[in-house]
């Protein structure tokens, strides 16, 4: 079996990507910091630009794509995405794939298995990604989680999952009160009572670690999220680790296998 590893290499509004390896073999999930800072970053963790596959697309917000183009164009790396967010994505002479929700494909030796979220965006998806018979979870930006999201990242060994703000510090922020409505709206973000919740309903029993992503550096703090999501899972008896990627910065790896 191979061994695979996750890399976040940056996590919050100021942009998003983390780095799924299995041998010698890399897949970039979103590229929403400059080509420069993801070269520099992967180089921090002894990746080389050539040894990543392809880069993945969950939508098409500019803290997920905002070094997509340029990356493709440099290292000669195709991008996979829905047909909506390459609708709305700046990739002109990069080599696009198209795939849609429920349809699996793979990219060396993972397989993505992509399905629907609730986000403002044209055509979002999360992915449940398999590699052997292990899976990994990543589900970030989603404002609500269906009955098909819990289904989709049932069973996860590895569960990376957002939790963006603390109810009470949005609530009592300097936010306008129509961004309010939309960050805590069913197609916004996660709070981190709802991070645990989701991570308690679909963690296995054998999960090594749930990696909490995407905290808003104004309505959170590491320590917030870290306490209620553990709080949640004590309530549901699941002692599974939990970590959080603070805002901005890289983290892992973390290994399965």
């Known amino acids: 079996m191979h061994e695979a590893s996750i890399r976040v290499l940056s996590s919050g509004s100021c942009g998003n990507a983390t780095l799924l390896t299995s041998e010698d073999e890399s897949v970039l999930v979103d590229a929403g910091v400059s080509c420069r800072e993801l070269e520099q970053r992967m180089s921090f963790f002894g990746i080389e630009p050539t040894q990543v596959e392809a880069v993945v697309l969950t939508h098409e917000h500019t803290d997920h794509v905002r070094g997509a183009k340029r990356f493709c164009l440099d290292h000669s790396v195709p991008v996979h995405a829905t047909r909506g967010t390459l609708a709305l994505t700046p990739l002109e002479g990069v080599t696009k794939h198209v795939f849609s929700h429920n349809s699996p494909f793979d990219l ?139 805002h901005g910065m890289a983290s892992g790896p973390y290994r399965l296998g």
């Open 108 to 246: 060396g030796n993972f397989r993505f298995e992509p399905f629907k979220v609730r986000h403002f965006a044209a055509e979002p998806v999360a992915f449940a990604v398999k590699t052997g018979s292990l899976k990994i979870g990543l589900a970030s930006d989603l404002g609500s989680f269906t009955p098909g999201v819990v289904e989709a990242l049932t069973g996860s060994g590895l569960l990376i999952v957002e939790a963006n703000y603390d109810e009470k510090m949005l609530l009592t922020g300097s936010y306008p009160e129509f961004l309010k409505r939309t960050i805590k709206g069913d197609h916004g973000h996660l709070s981190n009572h709802d991070a645990g919740v989701l991570s308690s309903k679909t963690a296995s029993e054998q999960a090594r670690k749930i990696v909490l992503v995407h905290l808003s550096k104004e309505n959170n703090t590491p320590e917030k999220a870290k306490e209620t999501v553990e709080g949640v899972l004590k309530k549901a008896k699941i002692s599974s680790p939990v970590e959080v990627a603070e």
